[in-house]
């Protein structure tokens, strides 16, 4: 089966709100098994939305539209759905009680008319009841076509989806059908079919590295390997499909395992699926026994902000030192002020010394510090803004400082800081 | 003009991802006074994509293809556009020159072929240069339609939007043309429209409370009012559209100077735009010569990194301490034992001792302190997850503590819990 989703909306057109709506049925079609090739926005315009709708139609099985069910005259999907099928509107008295008794609930005023419209539904059609407001979600069906209406608001849209319209889905992909089948037939042969997907997150190498080591298997149907980048990280969705979800679950981790095995690639991954580089660093530090202290100067705060959003993190986060003045760096750290005069707060000296003085006055294990120009101002020649020093210490090994120089804003620069000191932090830990 | 966004990336219709491009170019267009009628979105598969640029092309003159620019196999955006215009790929030795300069500044590896593939440039075009990443965006004209080609990561679309093509558009819709122009014309004669737009931002009133305060400008239908919930504050988006940019800013800023009138409301006006709460206590905090003290638990340096983010921050903020440790607390606040073990770290005692150690050992002129239990884990029944206590101390007035139990999960818990603490600092500021 084919699934496309239509949102209407001149808002969405004009950039006043994001498309969560997109995102959250996009999801559900995967889940499902069902294919997406094509998404479509289009405002509350009647013709245009009809050249949407026959489009979708033309080349997907079952549309999803979202928004326009509202109870004033721009809210026309209902009406437009119905012309493009051909299928007649008729007044639903279950409906409209159920809207009544909402309006009254949150001390709403009823204005008749507007019951009148939003209680109409397409003849034959399945209605999805609204827990949380007025307009119905509905599923109509018409020569192997199925529409599926959703109001607009994403709290609403959302619960009628997960409570009414899954179900119904799976109901028509295994062919038991319900009352929604009454004159339906897919128009596909349809066997179903099961996605199963699965994140490798990869760290210290690019993109391209990452998909010259695994290239034979980007060539591969079923299961796919893409790659993405994130800051500082590259991942790779393996995702296969399959008549039997065990089946779909067994081809990705053959696949994933395969990927573990390569000989560089499979030395940089650091987790999978929800894990975090902070989260694998915290692992390591539990496993290992031991605690981390930092001292952040460019980043303020951030690092320890990452590092904390793990579940547990008190067991090994000792402190964080955020010392933005210099007088901060000598009381806390210990820096000796002849070294912040001779080499600048932003130094290699400067972030060894950081890095010791969190260790060794915290009495943690491991101490990382950040040192570097955030910019957009304060960059000279030798010291471009970007420029970031991340110096380790403890755990019984030799002290380290890299230098980088970061390109972007003042939150991206720091973001990338921050993620490059967890990486760093992972390697140490690892080895 | 008409213009049409295209999203290209398989991710978006497996919902792996939230369609944020498109809000931020629909954004801009309007902006722009440039239509838009439709949007489209479409997977990593030549054939379609064809489709997809084929009925933009036809129905609009600019269209804004985003995503696929990238050094990979799947990434075709540039070849398919190119190939659906007619125009050939050039190698452009400028754009692999900065992409070589980017990679080394990163620490990444070159892999030749990666960068052959993405300085290749269409014959023509107008190269918008990327000042984070590797992709640059480009501008091609042909047969008086327009097509842009964007990368997909946001923090690198967005600079290239904001410095390079909004500035082309603006060119191209007021007629001076410059080398983008060779062989463009708009295909609508369109007297142009222009749109002006600011946000009001307010903390300390929830939605329903600003919405009642000016109740009877969101009635106006030019200039429009639309409020927006955030974490902790709610926006209102005032836009007027004039024939004339002088007139619609005029009409926004009569709106807005009301808006500032309203009796409650104009006393949790905090800032306009891009101003933040972090802005708003650092304009406070640099207008009274005053410095600040963090001392921070449950947020783990989140509010050191929101206060940071604001360009200048190191005038007036002097350091942050993370305290996650009972340890850290005694060590580096001063918090007395006794107070830890009789009341718990999460407790207003607790508090308002390490806001006065922070001050106090910092020599800062505020201090401001967070205590509180983030969850999942770690609830009890008088101390729930959720439950909060911020303290501050310092400039001339008698210490304060606040408790709340926000909702959420562990980070919403977190971000909630910085904002407030932001907003009770701006709050003792002000008065």
């Given at each position: 089966?084919?699934?496309?989703?239509?949102?209407?909306?001149?808002?969405?057109?004009?950039?006043?709100?994001?498309?969560?709506?997109?995102?959250?049925?996009?999801?559900?079609?995967?889940?499902?098994?069902?294919?997406?090739?094509?998404?479509?926005?289009?405002?509350?315009?009647?013709?245009?939305?009809?050249?949407?709708?026959?489009?979708?139609?033309?080349?997907?099985?079952?549309?999803?539209?979202?928004?326009?069910?509202?109870?004033?005259?721009?809210?026309?999907?209902?009406?437009?759905?119905?012309?493009?099928?051909?299928?007649?509107?008729?007044?639903?008295?279950?409906?409209?009680?159920?809207?009544?008794?909402?309006?009254?609930?949150?001390?709403?005023?009823?204005?008749?008319?507007?019951?009148?419209?939003?209680?109409?539904?397409?003849?034959?059609?399945?209605?999805?009841?609204?827990?949380?407001?007025?307009?119905?979600?509905?599923?109509?069906?018409?020569?192997?076509?199925?529409?599926?209406?959703?109001?607009?608001?994403?709290?609403?849209?959302?619960?009628?989806?997960?409570?009414?319209?899954?179900?119904?889905?799976?109901?028509?992909?295994?062919?038991?059908?319900?009352?929604?089948?009454?004159?339906?037939?897919?128009?596909?042969?349809?066997?179903?079919?099961?996605?199963?997907?699965?994140?490798?997150?990869?760290?210290?190498?690019?993109?391209?590295?990452?998909?010259?080591?695994?290239?034979?298997?980007?060539?591969?149907?079923?299961?796919?390997?893409?790659?993405?980048?994130?800051?500082?990280?590259?991942?790779?969705?393996?995702?296969?499909?399959?008549?039997?979800?065990?089946?779909?679950?067994?081809?990705?981790?053959?696949?994933?395992?395969?990927?573990?095995?390569?000989?560089?690639?499979?030395?940089?991954?650091?987790?999978?699926?929800?894990?975090?580089?902070?989260?694998?660093?915290?692992?390591?530090?539990?496993?290992?026994?031991?605690?981390?202290?930092?001292?952040?100067?460019?980043?303020?705060?951030?690092?320890?902000?990452?590092?904390?959003?793990?579940?547990?993190?008190?067991?090994?986060?000792?402190?964080?030192?955020?010392?933005?003045?210099?007088?901060?760096?000598?009381?806390?750290?210990?820096?000796?002020?002849?070294l912040l005069s001779r080499h600048g707060a932003v130094s290699e000296e400067v972030?060894?010394?950081?890095?010791?003085?969190?260790?060794?006055?915290?009495?943690?294990?491991?101490?990382?510090?950040?040192?570097?120009?955030?910019?957009?101002?304060?960059?000279?020649?030798?010291?471009?803004?970007?420029?970031?020093?991340?110096?380790?210490?403890?755990?019984?090994?030799?002290?380290?400082?890299?230098?980088?120089?970061?390109?972007?804003?003042?939150?991206?620069?720091?973001?990338?800081?921050?993620?490059?000191?967890?990486?760093?932090?992972?390697?140490?830990?690892?080895?």
């Amino acid at each position: 089966m084919i699934g496309e989703i239509v949102c209407v909306g001149t808002e969405l057109l004009l950039g006043q709100i994001i498309n969560t709506n997109a995102r959250f049925l996009a999801e559900r079609l995967a889940e499902l098994g069902i294919d997406a090739y094509f998404q479509q926005v289009v405002g509350d315009n009647r013709g245009r939305l009809v050249a949407a709708l026959e489009l979708a139609l033309q080349r997907s099985d079952l549309v999803i539209a979202c928004g326009g069910l509202g109870p004033t005259e721009d809210d026309l999907t209902k009406e437009t759905v119905c012309q493009t099928l051909g299928v007649r509107l008729v007044p639903d008295p279950g409906v409209a009680e159920r809207i009544v008794g909402v309006l009254r609930g949150h001390g709403s005023r009823v204005v008749e008319a507007a019951v009148a419209k939003q209680s109409l539904v397409p003849e034959g059609a399945t209605v999805l009841p609204n827990p949380v407001g007025t307009a119905p979600g509905l599923l109509v069906s018409k020569g192997g076509k199925h529409v599926a209406l959703l109001p607009g608001p994403p709290q609403e849209l959302e619960p009628i989806v997960r409570q009414h319209l899954v179900p119904l889905l799976e109901t028509l992909l295994t062919g038991h059908g319900g009352p929604v089948q009454a004159g339906a037939r897919t128009s596909t042969s349809g066997r179903r079919s099961y996605l199963f997907s699965r994140m490798v997150k990869i760290c210290h190498m690019g993109e391209p590295a990452v998909e010259e080591a695994v290239r034979d298997l980007i060539h591969s149907a079923n299961p796919t390997v893409a790659p993405y980048v994130s800051i500082g990280e590259t991942h790779l969705r393996v995702t296969a499909k399959a008549a039997d979800p065990d089946e779909a679950r067994r081809l990705v981790e053959d696949a994933v395992a395969a990927i573990c095995r390569r000989e560089t690639l499979g030395r940089y991954i650091f987790g999978f699926d929800e894990d975090t580089i902070a989260s694998a660093c915290g692992n390591l530090l539990r496993q290992k026994g031991l605690s981390l202290a930092l001292a952040e100067s460019l980043t303020g705060g951030l690092v320890g902000h990452m590092v904390t959003q793990v579940q547990g993190s008190s067991e090994y986060f000792e402190r964080g030192l955020v010392v933005y003045s210099n007088r901060a760096k000598i009381e806390l750290l210990g820096v000796a002020p002849e070294l912040l005069s001779r080499h600048g707060a932003v130094s290699e000296e400067v972030a060894r010394a950081m890095a010791l003085g969190a260790q060794s006055r915290s009495g943690a294990d491991v101490g990382l510090a950040l040192t570097g120009i955030a910019g957009p101002d304060g960059g000279t020649g030798p010291k471009p803004v970007g420029l970031v020093y991340i110096a380790l210490a403890g755990a019984d090994k030799p002290e380290e400082c890299h230098r980088y120089v970061f390109s972007g804003d003042r939150q991206l620069v720091t973001e990338r800081a921050a993620h490059r000191a967890l990486v760093l932090l992972w390697l140490r830990l690892r080895d």
